[in-house]
């Protein structure tokens, strides 16, 4: 697995703001508690300089009465995402990377922060020249621009901005800017804000254009937090379901779905992502907001090994669980591990086992991620597989290993073939490992791990096209072009290869013979070629010297004075230069025509006939 970026973190800087910064400390000021005018306020203004949101000034004052600017209110709300919270240094770190030229573009003093609001889709990077640009920054922030920004945080802008709002419960909603109305009546709804009074007949009114004041502001910081209810958890992706965009995620030792909404905003190694990104094994952190998934961060993951092994030694110190496995074949080939702090211990794959249970003499797998165990089950003796081949490997001591792509769990893992040896067949008869072929189904035995026994079975289908390359060497194979794509296959050293209906070796074979290859698994074990030369599209061109429309054929004479016989059917297409539909009768001796086709049953059958 690839480190979890996620899970380890240190504390990051602060943010040093003139009117907002980190407090630890419970403070009062005399422009607060003396102004009997803003104790609707007070509890607000104590809660949020209690938790380091905002801070007084110097003479302790708070003044309360004071407008706050948009660029002050971003930095709060990037505060309540979590910009200095220790949990989020790599989030910030790969905001930065991909955001901090951008956002330096309109300011250079709070690009943490405000990448971080991109990072997490709060900001679109249209918003910025309207809230962080020179001429905007400091200016005072609207009651209606807070609207709009709280129903950002909240991740609802989408849902919310295409509202239509007929009935509003504000009176002075026609001074409120059409786009902002959908908003407005959301934040009231959500109870995030509220009117300022009544006019005269009793209803109540917004005030839109009316400066956010710090007292307000710490109001409905307040609000926002218990609404927002941000939490967060970090795990394991274990499942990944095909349909409902849902997966499972363990959490420690519990598992948990998570449906992904609508608003969720996926990172992959801090680049956007889909669900379609989200992969078994990766490391994840969510952040929840509104009760729902809001950031995904994933890890992508990377392959882990699993050993098998005979423990010989445990250890428990200061420093961990370390256990020692030694090669259940040859007891000086051993390494030692230690054991991840969540490492999960099971018996049988699927039974519940804990530490004390694994003592010496004990035969287990352990699955290692970045140098520690993160899993150890304890194994029988003999134990069967099922998959499907993927690659057969050999070490510099000619030990064989067998990579397989297992039936039920569709993960690759590779196990060594015994030194005493392995009983091969192949399709029912004896074989030996240099015949098996990737694609193979294998039924496999094992004892203490290692592979006793293989059966396979090859799978058997056709490829036509051309050949594009032929790749002499120890391990020959042959590239063809089918359907417009180029792919290269492996040559049994045995393959039957026959060239016009005549046998013939890999010597023989050219680029541009159209060929009919039989594939046991993903190997060529029968090719069937025509000498027609044909370009890497499968055509012939060249002059009409014969037509015989009793047998479907065609004899064409091409440019160096070999004659060739291609052959066509009630499904072949036929053309006239300009694109005009014509038929086989239209053909005569000394045209010239261009013929697409494919070789079939050792002929070259055609497709297309163009009468150039």
């Known amino acids: 697995m690839k480190k979890n970026r996620f899970l380890s973190l240190v504390v990051s800087a602060s943010l040093v703001f003139s009117a907002i910064s980190a407090s630890v400390f419970a403070l009062t000021f005399d422009d607060v508690e003396n102004d009997p005018t803003v104790a609707w306020a007070k509890d607000s203004i104590t809660k949020m300089t209690d938790a380091g949101y905002i801070k007084g000034y110097d003479d302790n004052t708070f003044k309360p009465s004071r407008a706050i600017s948009k660029v002050e209110c971003l930095l709060l709300m ?61 200016s005072p922030l609207m009651r209606y621009q807070a609207a709009v920004l709280m129903t950002k945080l909240m991740g609802y802008e989408d849902e919310v901005k295409d509202n239509v709002v007929n009935n509003s419960v504000y009176s002075d909603a026609s001074s409120i800017p059409a786009a902002a109305r959908p908003f407005v009546e959301f934040v009231t709804n959500q109870k995030v804000m509220n009117g300022m009074g009544n006019d005269a007949a009793g209803k109540p009114v917004f005030s839109p254009n009316t400066s956010l004041t710090r007292a307000q502001m710490a109001t409905l910081l307040a609000r926002m937090i218990d609404t927002l209810g941000k939490t967060n958890k970090s795990g394991t992706v274990t499942d990944v379901q095909n349909s409902g965009k849902k997966f499972e995620m363990t959490v420690g030792d519990t598992a948990e779905t998570v449906s992904v909404a609508n608003n969720s905003v996926i990172k992959v190694d801090g680049v956007d992502g889909t669900y379609k990104n989200i992969q078994e094994d990766a490391a994840v952190k969510i952040t929840y907001i509104c009760n729902l998934p809001r950031l995904i961060e994933l890890s992508a993951p990377t392959k882990s090994e699993t050993v098998y092994g005979m423990i010989t030694a445990v250890n428990e110190s200061s420093e961990g669980k370390r256990f020692t496995l030694a090669d259940s074949e040859d007891a000086s080939v051993k390494a030692s591990y230690y054991a991840d702090d969540a490492c999960v211990y099971t018996r049988n794959g699927s039974g519940k086992a804990a530490f004390a249970d694994m003592v010496n003499d004990t035969f287990v797998s352990a699955t290692i991620r970045n140098g520690k165990i993160v899993a150890m089950n304890i194994e029988e003796k003999n134990s069967e597989l099922t998959g499907d081949l993927v690659d057969v490997d050999y070490d510099d001591e000619d030990n064989i290993y067998l990579t397989i792509a297992d039936t039920k769990t569709k993960k690759e893992q590779t196990y060594p073939v015994s030194t005493k040896g392995a009983a091969v067949t192949r399709d029912g008869s004896k074989a030996n490992y240099r015949e098996l072929a990737s694609g193979d189904h294998l039924t496999v035995k094992l004892t203490y791990g290692k592979i006793t026994s293989i059966s396979a079975k090859s799978s058997s289908e056709k490829v036509e096209g051309v050949i594009t390359e032929v790749i002499l060497s120890n391990s020959p194979s042959l590239t063809i072009k ?131």
């Open 78 to 138: 990037s505060r309540m995402l979590g910009v200095e919270e220790r949990e989020y240094k790599d989030s910030v770190a790969a905001a930065v990377e991909i955001y901090g030229d951008t956002v330096k573009k309109f300011n250079s003093t709070y690009v943490n922060e405000l990448s971080f609001l991109l990072y997490c889709d709060i900001l679109r990077e249209s918003d910025l020249q309207e809230y962080i640009s020179a001429a905007n920054a400091n």
């Open 482 to 612: 089918a359907d417009g794509k180029e792919k290269t296959y492996k040559l049994y050293s045995d393959a039957q290869i026959r060239i016009n209906d005549e046998e013939g070796t890999i010597y023989d074979l050219r680029p541009g013979y159209s060929v009919s290859a039989t594939l046991q698994s993903s190997e060529i074990s029968k090719v069937s070629v025509s000498s027609v030369p044909t370009n890497e599209d499968g055509q012939v061109e060249g002059t009409v010297t014969g037509l015989n429309t009793s047998y479907y054929v065609i004899t064409i004479e091409d440019t160096n004075g070999d004659k060739q016989s291609v052959y066509y059917n009630t499904k072949t297409t036929f053309l006239k230069r300009d694109g005009t539909p014509t038929n086989a009768k239209a053909i005569e001796k000394g045209m010239k025509v261009t013929v697409t086709g494919t070789m079939k049953n050792g002929v070259f059958e055609a497709t297309i006939v163009i009468i150039q």
